[in-house]
């Protein structure tokens, strides 16, 4: 059980991450951007305009799982609410079934029987499980996907500086 102090600090660790995410798919799509704009065509093979148009399909790629990454954030956002919601209702639900007459849902005005009321809370728990397994697998997929834009996004800097460095020392 998270405390408010502990949810303060993970509420800004959140937005932290998130404003990063968007900043380095910013920035590496702007220097995709320049670099594409000031690349010069060549034929293709083993010379420095070869390993810079492999510089810029690198940052482009760097880009494309970023914003991917960035997706699956939200469909964890999205998939945690649903476990949570699916949670709080189950354990709702399990109090009414506990009880010996009708209770009223305070939200709807609908009366609840204790017989249907356990009924619908294991449907609910069940659809947290649900949730909270694909919360897992879309987390995993995020992980991955911050993994592969950094590393495309290393190589591409690579790449574009040994591009220079090869295209000063062969000039």
């Known amino acids: 059980m998270g405390n408010e ?3 303060s600090v993970w509420s800004r660790w959140a937005a932290g991450s ?3 995410d968007y900043f380095i798919v910013g920035i590496s799509s702007a220097l995709a951007a320049y670099l594409g704009q000031h690349y010069l065509p060549a034929k293709v093979g083993l010379n420095p305009a070869t390993l ?7 940052l482009s790629g760097s880009v494309v799982v970023g914003l991917k990454r960035i997706e699956q954030q939200l469909e964890v956002l999205r998939l945690n609410h649903l476990a949570l919601y699916h949670g709080e209702a189950a354990g709702a639900l399990t109090e009414v079934a506990g009880q010996a007459e009708l209770a009223v849902n305070t939200r709807t005005g609908e ?7 356990g009924y619908t809370a294991g449907l609910h728990k069940e659809a947290s499980g649900t949730a909270r397994k694909a919360v897992a697998d879309a987390t995993k997929t995020a992980d991955s996907a911050y993994h592969w834009r950094n590393r495309l996004l290393y190589l591409g800097f690579a790449l574009f500086l040994a591009s220079r460095l090869w295209r000063a020392y062969t000039a």
């Open 5 to 7: 102090r502990s949810d």
């Open 18 to 20: 998130e404003k990063f």
């Open 52 to 58: 810079e148009l492999a510089a810029i399909l690198s």
């Open 111 to 117: 009366l609840l029987d204790p017989a249907s009321a």
